[in-house]
């Protein structure tokens, strides 16, 4: 049964801490997405990858987060220095990248708490 | 700009009571229309795809249709483990991989 993994499921952090969530896609998917959701916000777009190279990125608060795919296996995303307005569930999806169009697969997600 | 809004926001029902929810979007060429589910504290789980006006798509108690400017989900005889919130997406022609979700249909179902 082919999922994506994320981890850490839950991380509390105080402020000004780095943090770092991992994503394993499903094998053989060559699109890896982040997002956040809050109760305000909803689903947010934060990055996209195909291919391990960053498609887009225009989501992200780019002083303070950053996202890599260091091998196909692996995502990561970063917050330094972290803030309380961070606080969200962050989701990593993949997707096949064929097929017009594809669906994505979300994890299980990361909530993350900064006091 | 593309957009999607859904509604209601809420929607409480009784067992067996169907209904519908609401999906409008404006996009510059649709690709592709989604619908997902998603339960309290998991990530959204994928139901439909939709590709052009007129489609419909099935999966036990749920039905989605498509047309040039909204997608409903249709629920038909609901039951409790049907409660969630469900959420639709679009994507467009011109944005590569990239897709836009609503804010989501709360649905809960009472015994």
Not at chain 1, 73 to 83: G, N, V
């Amino acid at each position: 049964d082919a999922r994506v993994t994320q981890t850490p499921r839950h991380k509390v952090t105080e402020m000004g801490q780095e943090v770092t969530m991992r994503c394993q896609p499903i094998l053989g998917h060559n699109t890896v997405f982040w997002y956040r959701q809050t109760m305000m916000q909803g689903l947010e777009l934060l990055a996209y990858f195909r291919n391990r190279a960053p498609l887009d990125d225009s989501g992200m608060p780019k002083d303070r987060f950053s996202a890599e795919m260091p091998d196909a296996t692996l995502a990561t995303l970063k917050i330094q220095p972290s803030e309380p307005r961070d606080s969200a569930v962050y989701f990593c999806a993949s997707g096949s990248g064929t097929g017009d169009p594809y669906e994505q697969y979300f994890g299980p997600g990361t909530r993350l708490t900064v006091t | 700009e593309d957009q999607v809004t859904q509604s209601p926001e809420a929607l409480r029902l009784q067992e067996g009571e169907s209904s519908s929810l609401n999906c409008s979007y404006t996009v510059s060429g649709l690709r592709g229309l989604f619908w997902y589910r998603q339960d309290p504290g998991k990530g959204p789980e994928f139901l439909f795809t939709l590709y052009s006006a007129g489609e419909e798509k099935e999966k036990e108690r749920l039905k989605a249709t498509l047309t040039k400017k909204e997608s409903f989900l249709h629920i038909t005889a609901p039951k409790p483990e049907d409660s969630a919130t469900y959420l639709c997406a679009v994507q467009a022609r011109s944005s590569a991989s990239k897709i836009i979700f609503g804010s989501g249909t709360r649905l809960s179902i009472r015994p």
